[in-house]
């Protein structure tokens, strides 16, 4: 008896050390990658730094007045954006090729490779996901409030908060989609929260522009009853000084 | 000084010889072509002209001086109401095509230019490299002008004249020709609507700048009256060229003195300014956050305090003005938010002083004088630009 127990945990120990031993040398390989393409990556970054600052790339770029990737880079130049942007596809390559070289370690039908691999990549994805959520939630929250300021909406506020809430969750049920978590519970809770954020938008719009639209209708009346006075004609008023503010 | 200026009397003498002179002129409708070319004739009775038209030219009779010629638009303009690079190249091409000696420019609306206002434009284009028009304009009218473009043209490159953005221009060859050099990188890059800045490109090139008085004239107005749109589209131009030219503008030095004061109307009845408050209100409320990323704490404090003055006591200090449009310049410059957004964020802004120089030349104060008082607080405050421009992270309260 106690010989086969001993038995059962020689060989669990056994199997435990095989799985470290093949695990490890994956590890290490996914590790060296990402290390490796993270140190090409800085290189190439500093490099294509130098030589975008050598060659005046900003400068061109703002006199040439295509302003699509200058208004896209934060709180840097272009050049300090396509320098990251490198870097960071360096890293996510490193990430690929590491994870390339930890599945082959692995043979075909083991759960690591069945499960874990793909998942790490989806993971990967997910990450993404979520940054490029944020940024966009991020970005047109401060579009729709600059709009609706400008266009004197008084529920400006609520708007931009909707809309930015609309792109989180959206991004939300799309990572957690992606990672398989959830379910249908997840798709259920999405379209009851985006849902409830859309109806909540309509009715503090519509509530919020019943004054509005009382008053263009008004004055949609007037306007038929007193259609175009002219000069001389007892109704007629001459222009108030707000229509005649010339800016340009 | 980058350049010198000289104001052209238009009760001087007659203009000198105009051999070599191009007229260029914008698309007109028919009858403001003709009531154009009836002008032109006038200014130029007994010297031979080039017209350059994109308009059906009529027969010529064998005395006129007008020598015509038509030229295909290649894309119609989406700005027809200022000038832009399309105008520039082009003339200039035609210019060396024809060996014009000089240019001149006249935007949409010429019909309503005086016969000696285009005379003095071409007369003054002999003596300097670019002559700007001078506009007697009401007190509502080209506001953002007065409050942006000519205070901080006038501080930055130290230059004198009133319009940095005039549609009436006239221009020596070289001029025309450089002009024309930065016009093709925004044509090159398919932008045949992109702005230039005229007075900025001579001052940087150290060319003599002039300016002609040329009294009243119908000036063309956007067909879309967007403001937002529009300011934001004219002043990320106007930034742009700014953050282009910083290498000049931060060794230019000295003030500009006095300009002696035309006497525009001041406001006889109470100007309703009740909705540029409104505007300004409710983007203090909603746009703090993003302000606060652009102004800093003494500029925010500033606002606050206007937010709740009354609107017969509105009133938003020159310095304050002068602050916030350098720190937009700056935020514009190193991209502290989306150019788009930081743009948007202005418009409230310039509303507010809208409503705040309405105000003032409401209760006396002549209009010009405000414009020159705030000229000078601009150029006063210069030192405040250039020393956050080479270092931005440096503390500013």
Redesign the interface.
Known sequence: MWQQVELALSQSAHRVLVKLASFLPGLLALLLAVIILAAIGAGVAVLLRRTLTAAKFDERLARNATAVISDWSPANSPTALIARVAFWGCILIGCFIGISAFDAAYPGDSPISNFIIPYLTHSIGAVLLLIAGTVIARFLERSVLIGAVNAKLQYARILSLGIKWLVLVLTAAMVLDHLQIGGAVVELAFGILFGGIVLTLALAVGLGSRDIVSRSLERSADLRSTLDPIPGDPDYKPATPAETLRHF | MASTQTNVDLTSAPATSASGLLVSLVPLPQEAFDATLSNLALAFPDQTVLVATPDAVPQSSSGSPLRFLPYTLTAVSATP?VLTAADYLNTYKLARENNATACVLLGAEAQSLHPEAIRALARSALESDLTLAHYDL?P??????SAIFYPVTRALYSTRPRFPLAIDISLSIRMAERLATTAQ??T??G?ND?LLWPLSEAASANFSVAEVSIGTRT?P??AVPD??A??AH?A??FF?DV??KASFWQRARGTQPAQSLTQTAT?A?R??IA?ML??FR??Y???HE?WSLVLPPNSLLGLKKLSVMSPDTFRMPDNLWTRIVYDFILAFR????????LL??L??LYLAW?ASH?TLISNGTAPEKHIQDLAVAFETDKPYLVSRWRWPDRFNP
Do not use: K, M, Y
């Open positions: 109401w009401g509502r009218e080209g506001l953002v002008n990188r925004f090159a890059a932008q992109g000036l107005q956007p403001l937002n529009l300011l004219i990320s131009s742009a953050d282009a406001i009845e100007p309703d909705s409104d505007a409710l983007a409320t909603n746009l993003i190193l991209r502290t938010i989306n150019r788009g957004h948007g964020a418009t409230p809208v309405l």
